[in-house]
């Protein structure tokens, strides 16, 4: 049981607050009709995580999330600038903006490449959830045991932070959210200054992009933040079952990616074992794929 | 009387394009018809009061400033400017309009709150339809749960973005019933509106637009057929200039 605990369990828990956190906060992009911004700020983060590192020499949470919601940021203001300035329609600047800051962060992944040793491509666009381990745990008395808890993977910290925050503020902003996302004209004119609402969004999205890319990479960030919501979108009408179904579905494609990856073939005595990442990507298309093909009403 | 909407020099350009010139006028009481061809400034007239666009010019509503008196002044955007497809049932849309007078921002609606949305449906005879889908409503009925939004805010001054366009006669009916209600109780409804055969009938005052204000006034007086030529008229000359 220990080797569950060990070697399983925190990739299990990597997977699942990852794709919740994303299935959560992409209904907002799908509802806003922006689920290319996902695409943008998950890929927007990279030269901001790289900065951060740099500046750092570390590969911690801190320093990591602060350079990638800076980028965000900078991502979010140069879109609307590009667009205002250049005169182009929301997807063509969103395109531009994101492949330009992703490409200025592998550069800087590559200048920087010789201080760091982990911080690599494949990890960036792949993931690592399989080096999540937690070699201090001997047993279930592990988990209340405070030194052994010191020795879990510093990535479930952040993704558990930013899980909590993502689910308070949608709790605690419920109305305003939701009337920004169906009419910024009228929440403007009742006086909700819908710009900020949505950089927070934004900037809460990115955070989850940097938490979940680690374990899933930035390529399937992607993935977990539309595919979720969208799926939920064929299946429900009513916002809250989109909300926290996202939420929900997320989760369980994540927790069931990495069962199928590797634990479920050992315990059946098979002897193989897949990419986590990539089983979870196939499986959130699937979810797409199954909701289209049995959606209520628009099947 | 302080006027319920006062605008003074209000100018506003998209790009290197004058959409409004120079526009000073004071709205009454009453039903304004705002009138004139496509691209003479209607809905940015009441995006530009609102701090929807940006405008050069004064704006005051009731004699201060847009923010000191939000509650007295109700939004009814374009029906085509949402996604009907939002999971939102007709409940949830007209609830939207309390935002400003709920204490909390979580959880369900408060029980005052949500029947104040409910009394509004009613009053645009949707009653019926409360918790249904807003992608499911006829286009007149989605037009109904926007003014029934509008309603729910408790406003003196509805500003209104073509409410009438596109809708069954139905509809019509019910919206124009309700809009002579409000001015029956001295409200002020300023509404961007295309269809110049109902102006006489239902409208008090009217507001002729080309970029430019062509005319204002009480219909009798400001609704003439020069004034509704030169507004109609004027407009290539105006995208010339």
């Known amino acids: ?299 | 009387m302080i006027p319920p909407l006062s605008l003074r020099g209000v100018s506003v350009r998209y790009g290197d394009r004058p959409a409004l010139s120079d526009v000073s006028w004071d709205a009454v009481p009453g039903l304004t018809a705002i009138l004139g061809p496509n691209g003479a400034g209607k809905s940015t007239l009441l995006r530009a009061a609102l701090g929807l666009v940006p405008a050069t010019g004064e704006v005051r509503f009731f004699g201060r400033p847009l923010a000191d008196v939000r509650n007295r002044v109700a939004f009814l955007p374009q029906r085509a400017s949402v996604d009907w497809d939002f999971p939102a049932t007709a409940l949830d849309v007209v609830g939207m309009a309390r935002l400003p007078r709920l204490r909390r921002w979580w959880g369900g609606l408060p029980g005052p709150d949500r029947d104040a949305a409910l009394s509004a449906l009613d009053s645009v005879g949707m009653a019926d339809f409360a918790g249904r889908q807003i992608g499911r409503l006829s286009g007149g009925q989605q037009q109904r749960v926007f003014l029934a939004r509008a309603l729910a805010q408790g406003a003196d001054l509805f500003l209104m973005d073509e409410p009438l366009a596109a809708v069954d006669a139905v509809t019509e009916r019910a919206i124009l019933a309700v809009l002579h209600r409000l001015v029956d109780e001295g409200k002020t409804v300023l509404m961007v509106h295309h269809d110049l055969s109902l102006v006489s009938e239902h409208f008090t005052d009217v507001l002729l637009l080309a970029g430019r204000v062509v005319a204002a006034g009480p219909v009798r007086e400001a609704f003439t057929e020069d004034s509704v030529a030169r507004a109609f008229g004027g407009l290539p000359r105006m995208m010339v200039a």
């Open chain 1, 1 to 299: 049981m220990s080797s569950f605990l060990q070697l399983d369990a925190p990739a299990l828990l990597a997977a699942t607050l990852a794709g919740g956190t994303c299935g959560l906060l992409g209904s907002f992009l799908v509802l806003r009709r922006e689920s290319l911004l996902g695409d943008a700020l998950s890929h927007a983060v990279l030269p901001g995580i790289v900065a951060g590192f740099a500046l750092t020499g570390l590969r911690a949470s801190l320093p990591m999330l602060l350079g990638a919601l800076a980028a965000a940021l900078l991502a979010t203001v140069a879109i609307g600038l590009v667009r205002r300035l250049a005169r182009l329609e929301a997807g063509a600047a969103t395109g531009l903006v994101f492949t330009g800051f992703f490409a200025l962060g592998l550069v800087g992944l590559e200048v920087t490449g010789a201080r760091m040793a982990d911080l690599d491509l494949d990890c960036v666009l792949f993931g690592q959830i399989e080096t999540l381990v937690w070699l201090e745990a001997t047993g279930w008395a592990s988990l209340l045991d405070p030194a052994a808890l010191a020795g879990l993977p510093r990535q479930l910290g952040l993704l558990a932070g930013v899980a909590a925050v993502a689910v308070l503020a949608v709790a605690a902003f419920w109305h305003p959210l939701r009337l920004v996302c169906f009419d910024r004209d009228y929440a403007s004119a009742l006086g909700l200054r819908v710009s900020w609402w949505e950089m927070g969004l934004n900037l809460l999205i990115a955070a989850a992009a940097v938490a979940a890319f680690e374990a899933v990479g930035t390529v399937l960030v992607v993935a977990l933040l539309a595919c979720p919501a969208v799926a939920m979108r064929l299946l429900t009408d009513t916002y809250r079952v989109q909300v926290w179904g996202a939420a929900g579905l997320g989760a369980v494609l994540g927790a069931l990616g990495v069962l199928l990856a590797g634990p479920l073939p050992a315990a059946l005595g098979l002897a193989f074992s897949v990419n986590a990442a990539g089983v979870i990507g196939s499986l959130a298309g699937l979810a797409v794929f199954l909701s289209l093909r049995f959606a209520p009403r628009r099947g």
